[in-house]
């Protein structure tokens, strides 16, 4: 279907700049009716081979070929991009259409197709994506999810024989992710439409049959999903993440000496399966339970590469620290964030009220890690905007900081002190060079300029951006420009740290290291509050999460509380954190087994320890009391010993 | 979180207007807009506003939007009022220091605001409210196309004017959230002399300008991804044919254009 023959591409070599290597000698088959993932960092390539696949670039080097068609050829070039549709990752830049069926008739059109085909194809593809209903709404009132469908619409109206995806789920909520995964998977199995895929979400990349991992403009690994993710190192070093199932099966057949099958451990119940197998090889074998024990401890600090846990369990041993914050609102922490019988409803364009918000109330203590939580529309965006008062609020509704943000003035003063980070804050960049940039808003405080040239070098130190001060904001790649941008509002060196969805759209290793970063601010006594859909990670970090429903406040607890029960998450749409998941198939096993952990490594030694003291209860002579509690010890000592590291690291 | 500016979005509906030819709807707007500028006595202002209620009528338009339409002009209305009020001689009502308010000045501030309102409400309705920005833009290319004989490019600039149209939502929603992030950072856009607004505003047009090339830019890109090619004949979906209701109408906004032009 499509194939690469040793295809190199440069960009800026045509137009006098500075040429960029960013594909270099790639050859691969991509066989027809197959769904590929190609995955690897930010800036890896991707997104080049995507556009050299039908043509919007040409190869400087080597030729691509779909079904036999050269692309470099101006002839076939229409045939080329009708067979082979793409779907982009900003659902707003993509739809051309002023309405829904317009947006889908605008292929068609363009292939010359006859009025009455056009219409049958375009009632025919939006039937098929669900969004027929729709066909003379304007494409700005449609939700991501839905944009996103259309698009995938627009291209079936065209019959392709291909859809490319680039990274066109980054921008969804995991809900309106699922559904986009749903259709193209229907689309594959249904009619055979191959599928290529660029994505950054692994619980996506096990979908495909084939993946390519691309570093660097090469291919750096490639294979069926299940042997590549056994190569979880690799995968690691690559900034890819290896989905959770998997990691704990590898950490626990590594411990029980047990030896396994790729694809035995590839889908989540495989993973259990073997698990549950080896766990009751070393409750059954003393020999190995001495092994597990030293596997559990000293195997963590040989694993360089285990960066996907650390920030996880940084927050695991800052989560232990503060335990008397995290006990919930009643917490003896000084409350810096006080929210009572909030509402606020807004008016549609159709002049529908709607309710934002319905009588919230919450408290944020000082130095906690705040999680909110929630479905797309259920108030979250709207809550924090209330706590810098970009929204401003009715009398005694929010306080921060002991004072009324009713009042404007008030207001002005606060904003010093919280410090708002919107989605996307990359956007928001505007001056000449990234430190003017940054000194923004420590500007605005009316500070003296060596006050100011201060707090831009600390926090652009804090995110790792010192190298490029003194570079234009719009010449960094997207990772570094969310830095620049994140710095920008560090800068003004606020008490309360608000960000929404601050890793959206970053590779697996870049979310683990700004939130990396992001924590070691509360270590300052910093409060942070984590706008996000993601659960594991927020999990992970907060000390207390917050969940938002239809602009209620449906879930106030500890993470353990929050994931408890999993009819709660579904009935505010959201997802059991996997490793979560994962141990609570063992708990008819092991009826003390403490689920309450958020990472890979954790879940293994807590199954580890569990396997432990089942065998001790089973044989009570056999096992020493004091291995099972040093091992114990182990763990938390090891939880600290990451993070300090990362936070050395410069 | 949605706009709440009406600019550019239309309220789907299946009334008699909004069936109307957008052809039809466009030329019936500009005439309507010529009467309203050119009236000069009650009586044909009386025509005029029967229709325009008749109009709100007929589109089944709910009249609070309508309302919000006009109300970014409220100031321009306002102003044109106050104009006339203090300028024209007259019969004096009431002397304020050298201000005078006179009776002609009252009833001629009305007839401004009036005109101005039916003015407004009349263009909305009939190119926002009940048209959708691609039916304007179809209208105006076919309204053009006579121009192509002196090698205008009419399709392209059609197309142009229909992408413009469906991005204004999304520009509007994407400047309101650069200036929430700016004003997070500490930027005050209310306060301050004009210098410091002026600057001010920098820190939202640089961010929406560059914003605006990269979607301008990735657009291009889908657009070509999706097999369009400048220059090449494209199907024309929305192949319009007036029917009986469009010549009625436009007979009649011709028959109110007259009878405001020559005074009945």
New interface residues.
Partial sequence: MIQFKDVSFTYGAYEGQLPVPAVDHVSFHIRKGSHVALLGRNGSGKSTIA?LM?G?LLPDEGEVFVSGMNTADAHDI?EI??RC??V?Q?P????????VG?DA???????????GE??SRVEESLKRAGLYEMR?????DLSGGQKQKLAIA??LA?KPDCIILDEATSMLDPVARREVMALILELKNKHGISIVQITHHMEEAVLADYIYVISDGRVALHGTPADVFDQADRVRAEGLAVPTHIEIAHRIAKAAGAAYHPDEIFTFEGAVAFTRHALRFIEDDQGAMGRAAALSSAGEKSEDSCHVSLSGQGAGCLREEKTDCSAGPAAHCEPVIEVENLSYT??????EPVAALTDVSLTVGRGEILGIVGHTGSGK??LI?HM?G?IPSKKNTVRVLGRDLSERRTV?DI??HV????QY?E????EETVALDIA??PK??ERNPEEVEKAVLRAARRLGVESVLQRSP?ELSGGQRRRVAIA??LA?EPDIIILDEPAAGLDPAGQDELFADLLTLTSEGATLLIVSHDMETMARLCHRMIVMKDGRVAGDGSPNEITASAEFLESVSLSMPPSKSFLNCFTDRYPALDTSCFTAADAAVKLLLAAGGAAKADEPPAAPPGEVSNGKDKTHARAEFPLNRRTRQP | ??????LG????GTSLIHRLDARVKFLGAVLLMGAALMVRDVRALGVLALWTVAVIIISRI?V??IL?SIRPLLFVILFAVLVHVLTAEGRVLLQLGSFRITEEGLISGGLSALRLAFMVINTTIFLTLTT???DI?DALESLLSPLRFLKFPVHEFAMMM??A??FV??LL??ST??M?????????YDTGGILHRIRGL??IL??LF??SF??AD??A?????????SG??????H?AKLCARDIVFIILVIALFLMVLFGI
């Fill in positions: 556009r039908n919007l229409v991009r009708r549709g793409m982009f900003n707003d830049n993509q739809l051309i259409g002023a309405t317009d008739a605008f292929g068609p059109c363009n292939l010359g197709l006859p009025v056009v219409k003379d709404r304007a494409p700005s627009s291209i065209m807004y008016d549609t364009h159709t002049g965006s709207t905007q810098n970009i002005r904003r010093r410090g708002l980070l919107f804050p956007d928001q960049l505007f923004f808003a605005q405080l719009f920008g509002v003004a | 979180m949605r706009s709440r500016s009406m979005r239309s309220v789907p709910r609070i939007l919000r959708t920005p691609l833009a229909s992408i149209l469906r939502p999304t929603d994407e959230k650069i929430k992030a700016q004003s997070s950072r500490g930027a005050d920098v820190s640089v961010p560059v914003s990269r979607r990735d657009l890109i889908a657009m070509e991804a999706r097999c369009y090619q090449a004949s494209r199907t024309k979906l192949i």
